[in-house]
Each structure stands twice: as structure tokens, then as C-alpha cells.
Nanobody
Framework: QVQLVESGGGLMQAGGSLRLSCSASRSILNFNYMGWYRQAPGKQREMVAT???????AYADSVKGRFAISRDNAKNTVTLQMNSLKPDDTAVYYC?????????WGQGTQVTVSS
């Protein structure tokens, strides 16, 4: 079992930046990869960015070039730097820890981008 706690969400104008952090209750090296997902009202949850233990990253096409995921294994944290925010980025953002038998999720943090 692991607890994932997100922080850093809020209200931002289009073009601005936000930094989301995810703090895990135990070593994130226990998981195949960590990631950020988001869910907008009326839409399915979608992958935003993932990062493996070796540091390989993957991004949704909609955020490539604007968002950056990183990890600090010593602090058991995963960060999502979001730049050039757009109103379409408005969603609840969830931290995810993936392992062979399933996933753990955080409680989510709201990001709202105004035009």
C-alpha cells in the first residue's frame, strides 16, 4: 500500500505556469513507473505524462513541449511542471503509481485555467 498526495493545483490564467507535486509514502522505486493523469468534467481520465525508474518519459500529444515530468527518488516525489497553460488543461490532475499488479492513485488536485 502507498499513499500519494498531490499539491500545487489552483487557478491560473492562460499562458501561465503551475507546478504540481506528488509525495509518496514509500519509495517510488518500488513501482514500474509514476505518472500524472487528468480528468475533465464529462470526459474520461487520460494520461498526461509518465516517467520510468530509468527516467524515460512519455507525454500526451496535447502537452508535449509545454509540460515536463520529473522525479526525485531520494524524496519520493514526482513533479509536473506545466507551462503555457490553456483552458483545455482544466481538469483534476491525479498522481499515479503503476506496478505489475495494478495502480495506486492520489486524491487529485484541481487545475483551472481561465481564458
Amino acid at each position: 500500500q502507498v499513499q500519494l498526495v498531490e499539491s500545487g493545483g489552483g487557478l491560473m490564467q492562460a499562458g501561465g505556469s503551475l507546478r504540481l507535486s506528488c509525495s509518496a509514502s514509500r519509495s517510488i522505486l518500488n513501482f514500474n513507473y509514476m505518472g500524472w493523469y487528468r480528468q475533465a468534467p464529462g470526459k474520461q481520465r487520460e494520461m498526461v505524462a509518465t516517467i520510468t525508474n530509468s527516467g524515460s518519459t512519455a507525454y500526451a500529444d496535447s502537452v508535449k513541449g509545454r509540460f515536463a515530468i520529473s522525479r526525485d527518488n531520494a524524496k519520493n516525489t514526482v513533479t509536473l511542471q506545466m507551462n503555457s497553460l490553456k483552458p483545455d488543461d482544466t481538469a483534476v490532475y491525479y498522481c499515479n503509481a503503476h506496478f505489475a499488479y495494478g495502480n495506486y492513485w492520489g486524491q487529485g488536485t484541481q487545475v483551472t485555467v481561465s481564458s
